[in-house]
C-alpha cells in the first residue's frame, strides 16, 4: 500500500472521531436548554459595568481621547468586540480541559484512552463543539448590542471578521491541547486555565487598547494570538479598514496558530503516552 493510499483512510477515521465527539457534545449541550439561554444572554451583563465606568468618567459613550489612540471615540463598540472575542477564549481553555475531568466523572474516560485512535482527535472534536456553542452564544450577544447600543453591522464586514475569527480559534485549539494534557497529568487544568485567561485579559486589549499598555506589557501582549484577533476586527469594524491594510497583524496571527497547534499536538501526545506508561491516567 502506498503512503497516499494509507493516508486516505487514517484521515477518515480521525475526521470519523472528530464528527462523533461533536455530535455528543452538541447533544448534551441540547440537553440543558437553560444553559444555553444563560450564556447567550448573562455574558452581556459582563461588559455593561465597564460602559457605565467609561461613561461615568468621560460624560458619555464617547470620548475624544480615547478616539485618539484608537482612531474612534466610540467606546460602546470596542468593549463589545472585546468581550465577544474573549468568550472564544472562555470556553476553550475552560472546556475542553475540563471535559477530561467530566468524562473522568462519568466513567468514561478509561473507554476514550483505550480507543484505537489519535486521542488529539477526540479533543479537536470536543474543541470545535465548543467554538461552534460559543459561535451561537457570540451571534447572540452581538445582535443584542446591535439593538441595545446601535452597532452597525454589514455583510461586507462580517465575512473578514469570520475569517479572523477562525484564525483566533485555531490558535485556541493548539492552547487547548496543552490545557488537556496537563488535565492528564494533574488531573485537573482549572487552575491554569484561570491563571491563563486572567494572562490574556490583561495582557491582551480586552478593555482597553493595547498602546496603553507598558511596554514591557505591550511585548507579553505580542505573544498572545487574541491581541492580533482584536486589533484586526476592531480595524475592521470601527475604522472601516481593508483586509489588506492589517495583513502584518494576519500573517503574525497564522504564524502564533501554528506554532501553537504544533506544540499542542506534540506535546499532548506526548503526555498521553508518558502518562499511560506511568500509571497516572488510573489515577484519574
Known amino acids: 500500500m502506498t503512503k497516499s493510499a494509507y493516508q486516505q483512510p487514517l484521515l477518515r477515521s480521525n475526521l470519523f472521531v472528530v464528527w462523533n465527539e461533536i455530535i455528543k457534545n452538541t447533544k448534551t449541550m441540547l440537553a440543558y436548554p437553560t444553559i444555553i439561554?444563560?450564556?447567550?444572554?448573562?455574558?452581556?451583563?459582563?461588559?455593561?459595568?465597564?460602559?457605565?465606568?467609561?461613561?461615568?468618567?468621560?460624560?458619555?459613550?464617547?470620548?475624544?481621547?480615547?478616539a485618539q489612540i484608537t482612531g474612534s471615540g466610540e467606546y460602546v463598540p470596542f468593549i463589545v468586540i472585546g468581550a465577544i472575542l474573549n468568550s472564544y477564549?472562555?470556553?476553550?481553555?475552560?472546556?475542553?480541559?475540563?471535559?477530561?475531568?467530566?468524562?473522568?466523572?462519568?466513567?468514561?474516560?478509561?473507554?476514550?484512552?483505550?480507543?484505537?485512535?489519535?486521542?488529539?482527535?477526540?479533543?479537536?472534536?470536543?474543541?470545535?463543539?465548543?467554538s461552534l456553542s460559543s459561535t451561537i452564544f457570540a451571534i447572540s450577544q452581538l445582535t443584542i448590542s446591535v439593538l441595545l447600543f446601535g452597532m452597525t453591522i454589514t455583510l461586507g464586514v462580517m465575512v473578514p471578521v469570520f475569517f479572523i475569527t477562525i484564525l483566533l480559534i485555531?490558535?485556541?485549539?493548539?492552547?487547548?491541547?496543552?490545557?488537556?494534557?496537563?488535565?492528564?497529568?494533574?488531573?485537573?487544568?482549572?487552575?491554569l486555565s484561570e491563571t491563563i485567561g486572567y494572562i490574556f485579559y490583561i495582557f491582551a486589549p480586552v478593555r482597553y487598547p493595547?498602546?496603553?499598555?507598558?511596554?514591557?506589557?505591550?511585548?507579553?501582549?505580542?505573544?498572545?494570538?487574541?491581541?492580533?484577533?482584536?486589533?484586526?476586527?476592531?480595524?475592521?469594524?470601527?475604522?472601516?479598514?481593508?483586509?489588506?491594510?492589517?495583513?502584518?497583524?494576519v500573517i503574525t496571527l497564522l504564524i502564533v496558530d501554528v506554532i501553537l497547534l504544533l506544540v499542542g499536538f506534540y506535546l499532548f501526545n506526548w503526555i498521553e503516552k508518558k502518562t499511560r506508561k506511568s500509571g497516572i491516567i488510573s489515577h484519574h
Open 37 to 66: 439561554v444563560f450564556w447567550a444572554i448573562f455574558p452581556i451583563f459582563w461588559f455593561i459595568p465597564f460602559i457605565l465606568q467609561g461613561q461615568a468618567f468621560v460624560g458619555g459613550l464617547e470620548s475624544a481621547n480615547f
Open 89 to 130: 477564549v472562555n470556553t476553550l481553555l475552560y472546556g475542553v480541559g475540563e471535559n477530561i475531568r467530566k468524562e473522568a466523572y462519568q466513567g468514561t474516560l478509561d473507554y476514550v484512552l483505550a480507543a484505537p485512535c489519535n486521542k488529539a482527535y477526540v479533543l479537536i472534536g470536543k474543541a470545535i463543539s465548543e
Open 170 to 191: 485555531l490558535g485556541l485549539y493548539g492552547m487547548s491541547l496543552l490545557m488537556a494534557a496537563f488535565s492528564l497529568m494533574y488531573k485537573q487544568s482549572y487552575d
Open 210 to 249: 493595547v498602546e496603553s499598555l507598558p511596554t514591557w506589557a505591550q511585548i507579553i501582549g505580542k505573544f498572545i494570538p487574541l491581541t492580533y484577533a482584536l486589533i484586526i476586527v476592531r480595524s475592521i469594524m470601527l475604522l472601516g479598514t481593508d483586509l489588506s491594510a492589517v495583513y502584518l497583524e
